[in-house]
């Protein structure tokens, strides 16, 4: 013992110049298949370091600063397993069990976090229990970041690459909205899919987002300290895209949810800027909740925060790139605010995957999506995107669609399909100016289209953005 330790102390430079990868970088993780696929980590000051891995190799030395990259074209690689090996100066790193497919960034606060099992505080996902012993899947593969918040952004997170197993599911508490995405993708395109879920209950979209520079600097980013500890070492680590489920807390803590369009710009934006890379951003408009109820003490607008909210996350499209699927739906309880459906939440973000990011036809991923209004006499004629089938999804009448005229009071009216449209109209409003619909915290609306997915919520005067990927 005590000659190791005469070693260990006489070659220090020895230890230090040890190549070294971050931890994404790991054993049984995936790699996307993708032109551009960096490696990366750290070794001695201009050491040269060779990586080799699906039978290409390259080579570079570390900078000044111990830093070193690598990029290969993995676009064409089997997806069978594989070894990466990584050599330096002194030593050889191993990455044992890697497979080449598909990886996707899940990230929010608790309703992406939520397991399919216990959470404290939380009722189990439905069939939790079956659905963990189905969880046998080798090519399923998953990262679940360790919580940490920091005052500066960290060169690696906390984590290790696991086969999804109803064992390893239940010992990473990992998300099940995540999981759910993942096996329908997995099982759709026959190729291994690679999930990194960096989740954390309660926080605000600020937390997440990146410092603020350059055109985002007028953009409120709050401190970062998630963004830094858990997602700003994820990067470059190559992915297809980024699933997001959050917006809860920027109701309850500061009830500012029509502020939440720029916020998501600034995210979405600082994301893309340090992974250098348009990847596509999915995601979710949260689910409808009794706020005012249950949290009355913390809100301004009521049971209209909410729907405020919703806004401005459907006002996000706006960015290029970027899709939402809607969840009025699937709520079971509205004093829940945790709903238990996010097997439905999973594979509607599959869907949009499926249909935009690799082209599968015959999926339709979104629901009616207002378009625009023509007031024709004592009615309104609503216009929506996606109304292929219009229909009742319970058989009753069309319900949640209000109407004003110019006294801005809105009042409970009849709507009925008209084609792909909607004819709205009261009897309490002659001159009708303006028409909302599932304007409530409440509000799980009937409307749906051929493929049974819910109508996004709206207001006449905000028309929702359609980008070149929701048409």
């Not at 190729?191 to 410092?211: C, F």
Request: with cysteine; net charge neutral.
């Amino acid at each position: 013992m005590k000659r190791l330790l005469l070693i260990l102390l006489l070659c220090p430079f020895s230890l230090k110049a040890e190549v070294r990868l971050p931890a994404i970088l790991s054993d049984h993780m995936v790699l996307q298949r993708a032109e551009r696929v960096p490696v990366w980590g750290w070794a001695a000051p201009q050491e040269q370091v060779t990586v080799t891995v699906a039978g290409y190799s390259q080579s570079t030395r570390a900078a000044p600063d111990g830093n070193w990259r690598v990029e290969f074209n993995l676009a064409d690689a089997a997806p069978a397993a594989t070894v990466m090996r990584v050599r330096g100066a002194s030593n050889e790193l191993i990455v044992t069990d890697v497979l080449l497919g598909q990886v996707w960034l899940a990230s929010g606060q608790s309703n992406m976090q939520k397991p399919l099992g216990e959470q404290k505080g939380q009722l189990p996902t439905f069939g939790a229990e079956a659905e963990i012993a189905a969880a046998d899947h080798p090519e399923l593969r998953l990262f679940k970041v360790a919580r940490n918040a920091q005052k500066q952004p960290a060169g690696d997170v906390k984590g290790s690459w696991v086969r999804c197993s109803p064992a390893t599911i239940v010992e990473s508490r990992f998300s099940a909205a995540a999981y759910y995405f993942g096996r329908r993708v997995q099982q759709a395109l026959k190729q291994p899919v690679g999930l990194i879920d960096a989740s954390v209950g309660g926080t605000r979209i600020e937390l997440w987002t990146p410092p603020a520079t350059g055109k985002e600097a007028a953009a409120p980013a709050g401190d970062s300290v998630l963004y830094n500890g858990m997602i700003a070492g994820l990067a470059p680590f190559a992915i297809k895209g980024v699933l997001w489920y959050q917006g809860e807390s920027n109701i309850i803590d500061n009830d500012d949810g029509a502020a939440y369009t720029p916020r998501m710009a600034a995210l979405v934006e600082g994301w893309r800027r340090q992974w250098r890379a348009d990847f596509p951003f999915y995601y979710v408009q949260v689910a409808p909740h009794l706020y005012s109820v249950v949290r009355p003490a913390h809100l301004l607008h009521g049971a209209e925060s909410e729907p405020m909210l919703w806004e401005a996350q459907a006002q996000a499209l706006r960015i290029p790139n970027t899709a939402m699927i809607v969840t009025t739906d699937l709520v079971d309880d509205l004093r829940d605010i945790h709903p238990r459906d996010k097997r439905s939440v999973g594979l509607r973000l599959a869907n949009l995957a499926l249909a935009k990011s690799y082209g599968q036809g015959g999926i339709e991923p979104f629901g009616p999506t207002y378009r625009s209004i023509e007031i024709v006499g004592d009615k309104a004629v609503l216009k929506f995107d996606h109304a292929d089938g219009l229909a009742s999804r319970d058989g009753k009448p069309l319900d949640w669609f209000e109407i004003a005229g110019d006294d801005g009071r809105f009042q409970p009216a009849l709507a009925t399909i008209d084609g792909a449209g909607i004819v709205v109209r009261s009897g309490a409003v002659d001159r009708p100016v303006s028409v909302r619909f599932a304007w409530h915290e409440a509000a799980q609306p009937n409307l749906v289209n051929r493929a049974g997915l819910p109508a996004v919520p709206f207001r006449s005067e905000k028309p929702i953005p359609s980008n070149a990927l929701s048409r």
